[in-house]
């Protein structure tokens, strides 16, 4: 079974930085295209990064472009999204993802890790 585990959330001051990890298992992890998705409180889940299963091409909201970077180890089979100048709005649940082979959009997706809550608050 496919598993992907998110880690790194918790509280950061607005300007700041915080950096999370997605451990998968369960799957040829080379071979995927690694997403990060957020959900803020009484909103909808929204694409946010991805990056290519090679780690040579990175996608970006355009919310987040230029404050956060996507990456990926494929020796360890993880995923990273480090984010700067963190803004309030940024505050969701962040989940890593396995966006659909074939799919039309970024919201097809196969695999959804359990989230891990980012609060960007002073």
């Known amino acids: 079974q496919v598993t992907l585990l998110e880690s790194g959330g918790g509280l950061v001051q607005p300007g700041g930085s915080l950096s999370l990890s997605c451990a998968a298992s369960?799957?040829?992890?080379?071979?995927?295209?690694m997403g990060w998705y957020r959900q803020a409180p009484g909103k909808e889940r929204e694409f946010v990064a991805a990056i290519s299963s090679s780690g040579g091409g990175t996608y970006y909201a355009d919310s987040v472009k230029g404050r956060f970077t996507a990456s990926r180890d494929n020796t360890k089979n993880m995923a990273f999204l480090s984010m700067s100048n963190l803004k309030p709005e940024d505050t969701a649940i962040y989940y890593c993802?396995?966006?659909?082979?074939?799919?039309?959009?970024?919201?097809?997706?196969?695999?959804w890790g359990k989230g891990t809550l980012v609060t960007v608050s002073s």
């Open positions: 993802a396995t966006p659909r082979r074939g799919g039309t959009t970024w919201t097809d997706v196969d695999y």
């Open positions: 369960g799957l040829t992890f080379s071979n995927y295209v």
